[in-house]
């Protein structure tokens, strides 16, 4: 079992930056990949970025390329979202995931973030 715990959302106008922390805990030395994915109202949740280890390769969605960059902290077990130059079609609740070496799915899941952008 992994555990994932949120913060760092809030509200910011337009414009405006962000960062989102998710720290694991548990069987993290089994997570090999972890990453953020978003749900507005009335929306499916959707992907927005996540990041792979060893490499370090990482991926976005195209409407934050340019905008967003996750990170990793080996040594906390944490990893970031930085969000610059927030729109308020970005507002949604955030939810940090993780990828299971074994499953190589994501499916172990924080309660969520809420990032609230203001025009």
């Known amino acids: 079992q992994v555990q994932l715990v949120e913060s760092g959302g809030g509200l910011v106008q337009a414009g405006g930056s962000l960062r989102l922390s998710c720290a694991a805990s548990g069987r993290t030395s089994s997570v090999d990949a972890m990453g953020w994915f978003r749900q507005a109202p009335g929306k499916e949740r959707e992907f927005v970025t996540s990041?792979?280890?060893?490499?370090?390769?990482?991926y976005y969605t195209d409407s934050v390329k340019g905008r967003f960059t996750i990170s990793r902290d080996n040594a906390r077990n944490t990893v970031y979202l930085q969000m610059n130059n927030l729109k308020p079609e970005d507002t949604a609740r955030y939810y940090c995931?993780?990828?299971?070496?074994?499953?190589?799915?994501?499916?172990?899941w924080g309660q969520g973030t809420q990032v609230t952008v203001s025009s």
């Open positions: 995931t993780a990828r299971l070496v074994v499953t190589r799915d994501f499916n172990s």
């Open positions: 990041i792979s280890w060893p490499g370090g390769r990482s």
